[in-house]
């Protein structure tokens, strides 16, 4: 077993390469064109490289320290790049879903307490979706009342959305918890 001494020396604080931006950006935009500039405004991205690789939002004032201190953690992670694409976190998703305005399926009331139990939802659990929703697009799931409550991945037939597959929900945490109990 390696020493917290040795565990800490092997991280590595950067930020991201023009490619890795990029990828991010790109992400970001699947959601709607504005929401990069929206989310991003007044924070800096920072990767965290130990066994993978996490981007931090960091509030620009921060950065310094960041640059400095080389911190445990800092900031949200917001997501994780794994090859050539990137995920975002459940707290990433959150900041995302407040902008975003495509790639969105509305759950009603009973749709939305069963996704967040970690399962899949179909026919009048879903009230509304966005247009530009196709086959197997991984979309941001919101309650009636435009709650984030994660991320899907939706089924359409016939330009309809008829399951949304739960990908990961905020109640995914609580569940993790409880099963190491």
Do not use: C
């Not at 590595?12 to 890795?20: F, S």
């Amino acid at each position: 077993m390696q020493s917290l001494e040795n565990q800490s020396s092997k991280r590595i604080w950067r930020r991201p390469t023009k490619r890795e931006g990029e990828i991010i950006i790109s992400k970001l935009e699947y959601f709607g064109e504005d929401v990069p500039k929206k989310v991003l405004v007044g924070h800096d991205m920072y990767v965290l490289e130990i066994f993978r690789r996490e981007v931090h939002l960091v509030k620009r004032e921060l950065s310094k320290a960041i640059e400095v201190f080389k911190p445990y953690s800092a900031g949200i992670t917001f997501g994780e790049l794994k090859g050539r694409t990137f995920m975002l976190s459940l707290a990433g998703g959150y900041l995302v879903a407040r902008y975003a305005t495509r790639k969105r399926v509305m759950l009603d009331k009973e749709g939305s307490i069963k996704f967040i139990y970690g399962k899949d939802v179909e026919g009048p659990d879903i009230d509304d979706w966005d247009e530009d929703i196709e086959d197997n697009d991984v979309v941001i799931v919101l309650s009636d009342k435009g709650e984030f409550l994660g991320f899907g991945k939706a089924i359409v037939r016939n330009l309809r959305v008829i399951k949304v597959e739960n990908i990961v929900d905020i109640g995914w945490y609580l569940r993790s918890e409880m099963n190491e109990i």
